[in-house]
């Protein structure tokens, strides 16, 4: 019934004949979801989405809790032709409203509990319908779903027709939305799903958000792919996680998962089920990967993605997997340093910018050909903006950010967008936004500010400030008052220095 629609035929041959195998254990209510009834509501959301005008190439806008029904119309967006955008729950309706003004969606769901803040937005968007999807599935997307009938026939969609659009922040402030094809999302799940030996035996434990690539593209599709099972956690929860580990064989996390399950004296005796523990969306410290290894006996596959690009490298699942780096190149991916400037090739062992080519690479940004035309090359090739060496046996070691990136608990901030909220409080000159070493979330956003002359401000005004304009995690842990930022003799603010003189402010 699937066969002209590339990503659903992929993601789905692995259940065909496995009607009652499990597909997901809701570990709230110990409800479970059987791969029958999981595809019999992606048809029915499908059916629904189609009945509201949904149109191949349609956007649906998703800004909604992490429930099984998310699961599903993501999947039935797919299955009705439509490209599918989920949107961080920490977003404001400010934030919301670029994102619905740039994608144009044929529908937008949201949080009931967030309906009357959104229903404007959506609005002025032009948004044809607006549904809802709380806590429990409470809201009207369900009952959507429930009036129609299963049996609905996937639209044909071709390898390079867009499957997802994800936005990812740029340097100047405007988000790009990165469109995802039907080819990047198989391929790359089908590579990962064969790379970290996946199988009908496997039970993931799934506590990442389904709003990014990480946990909804790698832990969904790879779990999908193989045809296993997932105890879905409606976020992280170390409780929970060593609750689960006895009956599962995986888990799927960022860095702050393992130096948080750490912590909990019942990790070894829990963990020893288990057969494989993946990290990514951040960087691993070798500290905690040493700590892993000793508490647990497994050493954790760290691995690298981005929004663009699926994921690139990883570290082996037989053979060494060396702490500090992101392992070797995926089959499929090709990799290579470059010379910022020149865009040369540079011999291993030296620095340079990271750039990837291969099915698992975006094809573009939405409404941004010169944007696109800037990051990515005529012959396929993605110029990823991170510095990276890659060593004489093909290890991948990322050692710095171009564009000043900052990575906290596994999510992006692009300090140009904090600071334009911050530069346009009442009394700011001027501010530097930065990211120093966390020991909970890898990296926190720290803001430097320099104030006008005479004018009152304080690390509490600016926090005060800046509170639902921005999303909970681009939100300063700290601001430091400066008379002035440091510059070089050209003018240009010196962030390298400013990460060196404020590194230990958040330690200890």
Same mark, same amino acid.
């Given at each position: 019934?699937?066969?002209?629609?590339?990503?659903?035929?992929?993601?789905?041959?692995?259940?065909?004949?496995?009607?009652?195998? @499990?597909?997901?254990?809701?570990?709230?209510?110990?409800?479970?979801?059987?791969?029958?009834?999981?595809?019999?509501?992606?048809? &029915?959301?499908?059916?629904?989405? =189609?009945?509201?005008?949904?149109?191949?190439?349609?956007?649906?806008?998703?800004?909604?809790?992490?429930?099984?029904?998310? !699961?599903?119309?993501?999947?039935?967006?797919?299955?009705?032709?439509?490209?599918?955008?989920?949107?961080?729950?920490?977003?404001?309706?400010?934030? =919301?409203?670029?994102?619905?003004?740039?994608?144009?969606?044929?529908?937008?769901?949201?949080? +009931?509990?967030?309906?009357?803040?959104?229903?404007?937005?959506?609005?002025?968007?032009?948004?044809?319908?607006?549904?809802?999807?709380?806590?429990?599935?409470?809201?009207?997307?369900?009952?959507?779903?429930?009036?129609?009938?299963?049996?609905?026939?996937?639209?044909?969609?071709?390898?390079?027709? *867009?499957?997802?659009?994800?936005?990812?922040?740029?340097?100047?402030?405007?988000?790009?939305?990165?469109?995802?094809?039907?080819?990047?999302?198989?391929?790359?799940?089908? @590579?990962?799903?064969?790379?970290?030996?996946?199988?009908?035996?496997?039970?993931?434990?799934?506590?990442?958000?389904?709003?990014? #690539?990480?946990? *909804?593209?790698?832990?969904?599709?790879? #779990?999908?792919?193989?045809?296993?099972?997932?105890?879905?956690?409606?976020?992280?929860?170390?409780?929970?996680?060593?609750?689960?580990?006895?009956?599962?064989?995986?888990?799927?996390?960022?860095?702050?998962?393992?130096?948080?399950?750490?912590?909990?004296? %019942?990790?070894?005796?829990?963990?020893?089920?288990? &057969?494989?523990?993946?990290?990514?969306?951040?960087?691993?410290?070798?500290?905690?990967?040493?700590?892993?290894?000793?508490? /647990?006996?497994?050493?954790?596959?760290?691995?690298?993605?981005?929004?663009?690009?699926?994921?690139?490298?990883?570290?082996?699942?037989?053979?060494? &997997?060396?702490?500090?780096?992101?392992?070797?190149?995926?089959?499929? =991916?090709?990799?290579?340093?470059?010379?910022?400037? /020149?865009?040369?090739?540079? +011999? %291993?062992? $030296?620095?340079?910018?990271?750039?990837?080519?291969?099915?698992?690479?975006?094809?573009?940004?939405?409404?941004?050909?010169?944007?696109?035309?800037? $990051?990515?090359?005529?012959?396929?090739?993605?110029?990823?903006?991170? *510095?990276?060496?890659?060593?004489?046996?093909?290890?991948? #070691?990322?050692?710095?950010?171009?564009?000043?990136?900052?990575?906290?608990?596994?999510?992006?901030?692009?300090?140009?967008?904090?600071?334009?909220?911050?530069?346009?409080?009442?009394?700011? *000159?001027?501010?530097?936004?930065?990211?120093?070493?966390?020991?909970?979330?890898?990296?926190?956003?720290?803001?430097?500010?320099?104030?006008?002359?005479?004018?009152?401000?304080?690390?509490?005004?600016?926090?005060?400030?800046?509170?639902? &304009? !921005?999303?909970?995690?681009?939100? +300063?842990?700290?601001?430091?008052?400066?008379?002035?930022?440091?510059?070089?003799?050209?003018?240009?603010?010196?962030?390298?220095?400013?990460?060196?003189?404020?590194?230990?402010?958040?330690?200890?």
């Amino acid at each position: 019934m699937y066969d002209q629609n590339h990503l659903a035929h992929a993601i789905s041959r692995a259940s065909d004949g496995r009607h009652a195998a @499990t597909f997901l254990t809701d570990m709230r209510d110990g409800r479970t979801i059987t791969y029958g009834d999981f595809w019999s509501n992606a048809e &029915r959301m499908a059916a629904a989405l =189609v009945a509201r005008g949904l149109a191949p190439g349609d956007r649906v806008a998703v800004q909604a809790p992490k429930e099984p029904a998310m !699961l599903e119309l993501y999947v039935g967006t797919v299955l009705a032709g439509g490209v599918f955008l989920p949107l961080n729950t920490a977003y404001t309706p400010d934030e =919301v409203a670029y994102f619905l003004g740039d994608a144009t969606p044929r529908v937008f769901v949201c949080d +009931p509990a967030n309906l009357d803040a959104l229903a404007s937005v959506a609005a002025d968007a032009d948004v044809a319908h607006v549904m809802t999807l709380g806590e429990g599935e409470a809201g009207t997307l369900v009952p959507a779903r429930d009036a129609q009938e299963p049996g609905f026939r996937a639209v044909p969609r071709a390898a390079l027709d *867009l499957a997802a659009i994800l936005y990812t922040s740029g340097t100047t402030g405007r988000s790009k939305g990165a469109m995802l094809t039907h080819r990047a999302l198989a391929s790359n799940s089908e @590579t990962l799903r064969d790379y970290w030996r996946f199988t009908d035996k496997d039970v993931l434990i799934h506590a990442l958000p389904i709003f990014h #690539t990480h946990g *909804l593209f790698v832990a969904t599709n790879v #779990t999908l792919m193989a045809g296993g099972a997932a105890i879905f956690l409606p976020g992280f929860d170390a409780d929970a996680i060593i609750r689960a580990m006895p009956r599962a064989t995986a888990l799927m996390g960022v860095p702050t998962f393992y130096t948080r399950l750490l912590q909990d004296d %019942r990790l070894a005796d829990a963990a020893r089920n288990m &057969r494989l523990f993946v990290s990514g969306s951040a960087p691993l410290l070798a500290e905690t990967h040493e700590r892993w290894r000793a508490v /647990t006996g497994h050493a954790i596959l760290e691995r690298y993605g981005m929004t663009e690009t699926n994921m690139n490298t990883s570290n082996p699942y037989d053979g060494e &997997r060396r702490a500090g780096t992101v392992g070797v190149p995926l089959p499929g =991916v090709d990799v290579k340093v470059c010379d910022p400037e /020149t865009g040369a090739e540079l +011999p %291993r062992g $030296e620095i340079g910018v990271l750039e990837v080519r291969g099915d698992n690479v975006f094809a573009g940004y939405w409404q941004m050909p010169e944007k696109t035309a800037e $990051e990515l090359r005529s012959d396929g090739w993605f110029i990823t903006g991170d *510095l990276a060496v890659i060593d004489a046996d093909g290890y991948v #070691t990322i050692v710095g950010r171009g564009k000043d990136l900052i990575i906290t608990g596994g999510f992006n901030v692009y300090p140009k967008e904090v600071e334009g909220v911050i530069d346009a409080l009442p009394g700011v *000159l001027e501010s530097a936004v930065i990211g120093v070493p966390h020991p909970d979330f890898g990296e926190a956003v720290v803001a430097v500010v320099v104030a006008r002359a005479g004018a009152a401000i304080d690390e509490r005004v600016i926090l005060d400030g800046v509170s639902g &304009r !921005l999303a909970k995690f681009k939100q +300063p842990k700290r601001v430091v008052m400066a008379e002035a930022l440091p510059r070089n003799t050209m003018g240009k603010v010196q962030k390298n220095i400013m990460r060196e003189t404020y590194a230990d402010l958040l330690q200890g």
